[in-house]
């Protein structure tokens, strides 16, 4: 990680920060069709996953594997999508979306099938202070390669 990081412009205006990892800022997707949430490791110039270290991968692994199952437990999720597409935004960032089969885009993907639905001031509120108590793990506890290079 370095000083020279900085979030892509369309991700900050897309989306509403979380929580920061060790390696990632996870941020909340501003669409109230699905629970989307967008790893972006804070690594500057990375735009494809050979961009990270070794290390930068394992951990970027272990907070995708974690994010992924919180998601899935909160929000009782059909199927978990997780991609890393950057074919309109290249900074590197990964997208962990929850589907169900009665969500307006199953079984399609969701990308570029419908606009995004800005969510409501209280849907916000709401979402943000569930996922803030639940995104907070204990890295120590999790990894010893929390500390990255």
């Known amino acids: 990680m370095t000083s020279e990081f900085e979030m892509d412009a369309r991700l900050d205006a897309d989306t509403f920060p979380v929580a920061q990892w060790p390696l990632c800022d996870v941020r909340l997707m501003n669409d109230a069709q699905y629970p989307w949430l967008i790893l972006v490791p804070r690594v500057a110039g990375a735009?494809?996953?050979?961009?990270?270290?070794?290390?930068?991968r394992r951990q970027l692994d272990l907070e995708s594997i974690l994010l992924s199952r919180t998601l899935m437990a909160t929000f009782k999720g059909d199927k978990l999508n997780v991609a890393a597409l950057g074919n309109v935004v290249s900074q590197l960032h990964i997208h962990h979306v929850?589907?169900?089969?009665?969500?307006?885009?199953?079984?399609?993907?969701?990308?570029?099938?419908?606009?995004?639905?800005?969510m409501s001031d209280d849907l916000k509120s709401e979402r943000?202070?569930?996922?803030?108590?639940?995104?907070?793990?204990?890295?120590?506890?999790?990894?010893?390669?929390?500390?990255?290079?």
């Open 47 to 56: 735009r494809e996953l050979y961009d990270l270290s070794e290390v930068q």
């Open 98 to 118: 929850v589907r169900f089969e009665c969500d307006p885009s199953w079984p399609a993907p969701v990308w570029g099938r419908l606009p995004p639905q800005a």
């Open 128 to 149: 943000l202070a569930k996922l803030a108590s639940i995104l907070a793990p204990d890295w120590a506890a999790l990894s010893s390669n929390a500390v990255l290079d």
